[in-house]
């Protein structure tokens, strides 16, 4: 398995941006699909955006779809969450994750996960 650290969080503005970074360290991270997840108080967790291990296959969740960029370094193990355009109902706390399955939306087919990082917007 692989071990993630989120960072990144903090408090910004609506129609503010903020970028989230996930650092992986153990085996083999270039075969993992790589995820970010939200979870607000009192809601079940959301699937946000995807990569793959190549870099050349994103795919978002509705809500953040044209605001939110994946992306992955896999020199330094590290995955990105650029979000821009926030709103207040992206308020949430954000955790990475990686799964063996490429595509994988399920929370259920992501096995590592990291502790989460909130995100507060203001209006």
């Known amino acids: 398995q692989v071990q993630l650290v989120e960072s990144g969080g903090g408090l910004v503005q609506a129609g503010g941006s903020l970028r989230l970074s996930c650092a992986a360290s153990?085996?083999?991270?270039?075969?993992?699909?790589m995820g970010w997840f939200r979870q607000r108080p009192g809601e079940k967790r959301e699937f946000v955006a995807g990569?793959?291990?190549?870099?050349?296959?994103?795919y978002y969740g509705h809500s953040v779809e044209g605001r939110f960029t994946i992306s992955r370094d896999n020199a330094h193990l590290t995955t990105y969450l650029q979000m821009n355009s926030l709103k207040a109902e992206d308020t949430a706390v954000y955790s990475c994750?990686?799964?063996?399955?490429?595509?994988?939306?399920?929370?259920?087919?992501?096995?590592?996960w990291g502790q989460g990082t909130q995100v507060t917007v203001s209006t």
């Open positions: 994750a990686a799964s063996t399955t490429w595509g994988a939306r399920d929370q259920a087919a992501f096995a590592s």
């Open positions: 990569i793959g291990w190549n870099s050349g296959s994103t």
């Open positions: 153990g085996r083999s991270f270039m075969s993992y699909t």
